[in-house]
C-alpha cells in the first residue's frame, strides 16, 4: 500500500468513519427506542469488520422495529455467511414482508436451501 493510500486516505476515512460512528451514538442516547441509528451503526460496524457489534445493533433494530427491512437484509445477509441458513431465510422472509426482497433474492441465487422456520 502506498504512503497516501496507507497514510493520508485511509487515516481519513477512519476518521469520517468514527465522526459519524458517534452521530450515530449521539441519536441512539437522544432517541433509545428508534431503530435507525442501531441499524447506521451497525453499517459501520460492518464495514470495520466488528460482526458480533454488529449483530447485536442489528437484532436491537429489528426487536425495536420489526418492519425495518433493511436491518432484515443485513441479518440475513450476515447469518448466511455463517452458514446459519435458517436464520438467514427467516430474516429474509422478514425483509420480503416488509417490502425488501433483496435477500430472498440473494438466497435464491446463490442456492441456498429454504428452511422452514
Do not use: C
Request: proline letters at 3%; hydrophobic letters at 45%; charged letters at 30%.
Amino acid at each position: 500500500m502506498s504512503f497516501w493510500r496507507k497514510e493520508v486516505v485511509q487515516f481519513a476515512l477512519d476518521a469520517e468513519t468514527r465522526r459519524h460512528m458517534e452521530e450515530q451514538r449521539a441519536w441512539i442516547e437522544r432517541e433509545p427506542v428508534n431503530a435507525q441509528p442501531y441499524y447506521n451503526l451497525a453499517q459501520l460496524y460492518r464495514m470495520e469488520v466488528r460482526e458480533e457489534e454488529a449483530l447485536g445493533l442489528l437484532l436491537e433494530a429489528v426487536r425495536l422495529d420489526a418492519r425495518l427491512a433493511a436491518a432484515h437484509v443485513a441479518l440475513a445477509e450476515m447469518y448466511a455467511v455463517r452458514a446459519d441458513y435458517p436464520a438467514a431465510w427467516r430474516h429474509a422472509r422478514l425483509a420480503e414482508a416488509s417490502g425488501n426482497p433483496r435477500a430472498v433474492e440473494l438466497l435464491q441465487r446463490y442456492g441456498v436451501a429454504e428452511y422452514n422456520t
